[in-house]
């Protein structure tokens, strides 16, 4: 039963440490911590995706920035309470780090599948220019009756095709982890750089 829930959640990335560890939580006296992983996209830009290891998997003590990783693992979220509301933090929990000399450039760095349930009704827009994208919220079930909540993003025929999926809906996805910066408005005149985590959908499917 076990496996087959973790065969519902498979992320893949491949990169360059630009960070050290920070202390995250202990779970029965097993300490994990969080890292960030510089991963290279196509249009030779970057996405930083952050990684959650375990202090058995990795030498938290030791500095590992500027060298590659192959990170085999799951996309996972947990709900973090601040400033009076619960803010979705996601990363990539590793469940095998490999460190390799040089990432090929026919390497596919970045792969996650995703198989799970539509939780909130999708919202399909077209952009200025006329683009269509549907964001989509996927609940992914976990052991022990936890489940992921995974914001994702469909683009044009996978994203008209998203917009008439009801809540319920279950569904696969397969695309790249990838974040993006955008600014939050604190106040009127305070406005802050966040930075958001999502799934770029390149595949969808029905599954019901």
């Known amino acids: ?13 491949m990169g360059k440490i630009i960070s050290g560890f920070t202390f995250s939580h202990e779970i029965f006296g097993e300490g994990f911590y969080m890292m960030d992983v510089e991963v290279a996209r196509l249009s030779e830009s970057y996405d930083i995706i952050p990684v959650m290891v375990s202090e058995r998997l ?4 030791a500095n590992y920035e500027g060298e590659y990783v192959s990170i085999y693992g799951q996309f996972r979220s947990y709900n973090r309470h601040e400033e009076r ?11 095998e780090i490999t460190f390799v000399d040089e990432l090929e ?12 349930y539509i939780c909130k009704e999708p919202v399909y827009r077209k952009t200025p220019l006329g683009r269509e994208i549907a964001d989509v919220l ?5 052991p022990y009756g936890k489940s992921d909540y ?18 319920g809906a279950h569904c ?6 990838q974040s993006r910066e955008y600014m939050k408005k604190l106040s009127e005149d305070q406005l802050e750089k966040r930075i958001a985590y999502e799934v770029s959908v390149s595949k969808l499917e029905r599954m019901d």
């Open 1 to 13: 039963m076990t496996d087959k829930v973790i065969e519902n959640n498979q992320a893949a990335v």
């Open 58 to 61: 990795i030498d938290v003590d």
């Open 85 to 95: 509301r619960n803010k979705l933090i996601l990363s990539v929990f590793a469940r």
């Open 105 to 116: 450039e026919s390497a596919r760095t970045n792969q996650i599948y995703l198989d799970g």
């Open 138 to 142: 996927l609940a992914v079930n976990r």
């Open 150 to 167: 995974i914001p994702c993003i469909c683009w044009g025929r996978n994203a008209r095709y998203a917009g008439s999926f009801e809540v």
């Open 172 to 177: 696969a996805v397969w695309g790249r982890i």
